[in-house]
């Protein structure tokens, strides 16, 4: 592929809030999963939504052309479509979540998905989690599990089942960090690959369209929240309010979010619940088991006592359900989390954050999806 296309892409996709920084690793990712032109149409999308006539006009091609090129970066990841308004418009995905994470959810034809997997694998060591946690505010936020106990001012019932019941249509997908340990020989030893993560809404309707995932009821997805819950998994989702895209089921071991909490000690990796564990000592018998169950490390037993570490402590609630002496509980947090709105405030906070709000706001104003959030 030209190198010149391949430089262009990278540097469009870097003018995300969270971009795609250059490297020798991603330019071998983009030059094995993409085509030459679809990586020049890619190239040439504005930081907004487009038609495919209007892409025609900015690559010089035939609309028959562009049309055929925007499908097959759709049935990749590469490229989001949404029908409105009796339109179908395009969106060159975002890096993370998205153009990334698409890339190892199905098998392409042609494409060698274990290499993109040690591609992916290097870049994210080397450039891609400085991108992703190089913002004060986190990308995604934790919620409380289902059938754990809460009775505090903040919330009266599991978040996890909330954020369910709010969207309308749901889909089961394969997990990107767990199909990316498997494919180097590091199969989880937590949860399968499949069937872990969930698309919630219009992120579902785009997965079930484009066959990245299978459809789901409600009741099949809170069963299955409450399955990985039962494993001691932590449930992640957008750091939004209203109409969270997904819904990830988060190991210690695969997941490159909670690493940047037990690996690299990032205090912005993913945002906290309102709550946070308390431990009563009185009840307490020093057994370890939450401190074997959490998965990012925040319970430790010292003197025979276990004791949060309130700075990384994610107030999941996943530790309650082993504890056999009941000494474990959730707690309201003195400052609870500054959750945004909805995805546009949490990417104009991170592009303003990061230096890149100016290009944001010129082009991404005129965006017709914002109705459809």
């Known amino acids: 592929?030209?190198?010149?296309?391949?430089?262009?892409?990278?540097?469009?996709?870097?003018?995300?809030?969270?971009?795609?920084?250059?490297?020798?690793?991603?330019?071998?990712?983009?030059?094995?999963?993409?085509?030459?032109?679809?990586?020049?149409?890619?190239?040439?999308?504005?930081?907004?939504?487009?038609?495919?006539?209007?892409?025609?006009?900015r690559t010089g091609w035939p609309e028959e052309r562009a049309a055929g090129i925007l499908e097959s970066l759709a049935l990749k990841g590469a490229v989001l479509d949404f029908p409105m308004e009796g339109e179908r418009y395009w969106l060159l995905s975002p890096s993370v979540v998205g153009f990334v994470e698409f890339s190892l959810m199905k098998v392409h034809a042609g494409i060698p998905i274990q290499r993109l997997a040690e591609l992916l694998e290097r870049y994210t060591e080397n450039e891609l989690w400085k991108e992703v946690f190089g913002s004060t505010t986190p990308p995604v936020r934790a919620l409380v599990g289902a059938d754990i106990p809460v009775t505090s001012r903040a919330m009266t019932y599991a978040q996890v089942v909330e954020v369910v019941r709010s969207s309308k249509r749901f889909a089961f997908?394969?997990?990107?960090?767990?199909?990316?340990?498997?494919?180097?020989?590091?199969?989880?030893?937590?949860?399968?690959?499949?069937?872990?993560?969930?698309?919630?809404?219009?992120?579902?309707?785009?997965v079930i369209r484009r066959g990245f995932g299978r459809e789901a009821s409600a009741e099949e997805l809170l069963a299955r929240v409450r399955e990985l819950g039962r494993k001691g998994l932590i449930h992640i989702t957008d750091n939004v309010r209203d109409k969270p895209g997904f819904i990830c089921n988060c190991c210690g071991c695969c997941c490159g979010l909670l690493a940047g909490i037990r690996r690299m000690g990032l205090k912005n990796a993913v945002a906290p619940t309102p709550l946070l564990l308390a431990v009563?000592?009185?009840?307490?018998?020093?057994?370890?088991?939450?401190?074997?169950?959490?998965?990012?490390?925040?319970?430790?037993?010292?003197?025979?006592?276990?004791?949060?570490?309130?700075?990384?402590?994610?107030?999941?609630?996943?530790?309650?359900?082993?504890c056999p002496a009941g000494a474990l509980s959730l707690k309201e947090r003195a400052v609870p989390p500054d959750t945004p709105k909805d995805s546009a405030t949490k990417f104009v906070r991170i592009a303003k954050e990061k230096g890149r709000l100016w290009p944001l706001l010129r082009e991404g104003w005129r965006s017709k999806l914002r109705k459809l959030a």
């Open 1 to 57: 592929m030209d190198q010149e296309t391949l430089i262009r892409l990278i540097d469009r996709l870097d003018r995300y809030p969270i971009g795609l920084p250059d490297s020798p690793e991603i330019r071998e990712f983009l030059s094995l999963f993409l085509s030459a032109d679809e990586a020049l149409l890619a190239s040439k999308f504005p930081l907004r939504e487009a038609t495919a006539q209007e892409m025609a006009e």
């Open 173 to 206: 997908q394969t997990c990107f960090c767990r199909n990316k340990e498997r494919l180097l020989g590091r199969p989880c030893q937590a949860a399968s690959h499949e069937d872990t993560c969930m698309a919630l809404g219009l992120a579902a309707d785009f």
């Open 280 to 322: 009563d000592p009185g009840k307490c018998s020093g057994c370890g088991a939450c401190a074997k169950t959490c998965q990012i490390q925040a319970v430790e037993v010292r003197e025979k006592k276990a004791h949060a570490l309130e700075e990384r402590c994610l107030g999941c609630g996943s530790c309650l359900r082993v």
